[in-house]
């Protein structure tokens, strides 16, 4: 990288030696300075039922760099689908994001759906403001036209966007054989029921019922985390710390008796995005506490057991916790050997 690229709008399109000014330098070391510090985005925090915020004050700015979204396949690097232009910006005051609110969301609201937070900022704008994206999945696909599943993996869904108004934006798919893919979005419909439907460009993706994909936005953009609203329509309350998560209420992924290594889809749990899942598995009345968990639905990754103390605590003989990795599109094998009394339950994520 050389001065020469470096986007200053005075040297506009000339090629050649250009004149640098001592002013010129200061503008290129502070963006560097700037850069170094700017590697975490801000943290999104829980308000309500209905709200989330990023917070701010005139001492303690909320900064971003707009550098798009985290790449699936390589931690810690973005991509911006050539729709952002990843210069910075700040706010001196909390930015908040109302799910309630319709223009806080692309589509209409949807209950047990992840939606995707971004910053947004027009190219001249010096602040960044908020919306959701829903974290879509895929059912079936024709002639490059995506049928839409929801995050359950139950049935097919519509969103209520308008129509054609992802156009310009880029699908990135995040699991199955194509992950780590982009491609032009070149249509969408309006369905709001069970219909709903994206249309790309290019060549043609491989994807199968249950794949999970993020539009990028035609605009700039930065993903700054993903929240899920509940069953009844309720953002559930979280913590966010750099790309830690925790549920303030623990929730359930499994219960009872499972015989044998079982595939479990925790769409509903963690988001596809998450790398490492959180949580404890724990036993009632007086069982043995038993959890294997596997990769590859034969062999053990990680396996929790221990026998029941003499009383009860918090409803449980006993708990243990546990981390591990997850199987892109957020599923893992679980078994315990058709031991009643169990329950699995995940306090978070790592992305």
């Known amino acids: 990288m050389s001065l020469i690229h470096l986007p200053q ?13 001592k002013s010129d330098f200061e503008k290129v070391e502070e963006a560097v300075l700037d850069g170094l510090q700017l590697t975490l985005a801000p943290a999104l925090e829980y308000v309500d039922t ?24 390589h931690p810690g690097q973005w991509l911006t689908g050539g729709l952002a232009d990843g210069r910075y910006r700040e706010n001196s005051t909390a930015v908040v994001l109302n799910c309630a609110t319709a223009s806080s969301l692309w589509g209409s609201e949807k209950a047990n ?27 079936s696909q024709a002639a490059q036209v995506i049928t839409l599943r929801n995050n359950g993996n139950t049935g097919d ?39 709903g439907t994206v249309t790309y460009g290019g060549d043609a993706l491989t994807l199968a019922q249950g794949d999970w994909f993020v539009v990028l936005p035609n605009t700039n953009f930065r993903g700054l985390g993903m ?49 490492l899942l959180k949580g404890y598995a724990a036993a009632a009345g007086g069982a043995d506490l038993k959890l294997a968990l596997s990769y590859d639905g034969s062999n053990p990754a990680l396996i929790l057991h221990g026998p029941p103390p003499s009383a009860d605590f918090q409803g449980v003989r006993g708990a243990l916790p546990f981390t591990c990795r997850l199987l892109a599109g957020s ?20 992305e």
């Open 50 to 73: 209905a709200s989330i915020r990023v917070n701010a004050t005139a001492d303690c700015k909320a900064r971003v760099m707009l550098c798009g979204f985290p790449s699936p396949l």
């Open 331 to 350: 599923r893992v094998y679980l078994n315990n050997e058709n031991t009643a009394n169990q329950v699995v339950n995940i306090t978070g994520w790592e």
């Open 113 to 139: 759906q992840w939606y995707c937070v971004y910053a947004l900022a027009g190219a001249a704008d010096t602040c960044f403001t908020l919306k959701a994206m829903p974290v879509m999945r895929v059912s």
């Open 227 to 275: 929240v899920l609203n509940g069953s009844d329509n309720n953002l559930l309350p979280f913590y966010q710390e750099g790309d830690r998560y925790t549920y303030v209420t623990p929730r359930q992924a499994a219960s009872g008796a499972i015989n044998g290594y079982t595939l479990f889809d925790l769409g509903l749990l963690v988001p596809p995005t998450a790398r």
């Open 157 to 195: 869904i519509g969103y209520g966007f308008s129509a054609d108004e992802l156009a310009g934006g880029k699908i990135l798919v995040l699991s199955g054989a194509s992950r780590g893919l982009v491609r032009l979005i070149t249509a969408n419909n309006s369905d709001n029921g069970t219909a």
């Open 9 to 21: 709008s005075k040297w506009g399109s000339g090629t050649g030696r250009q004149v640098i000014l």
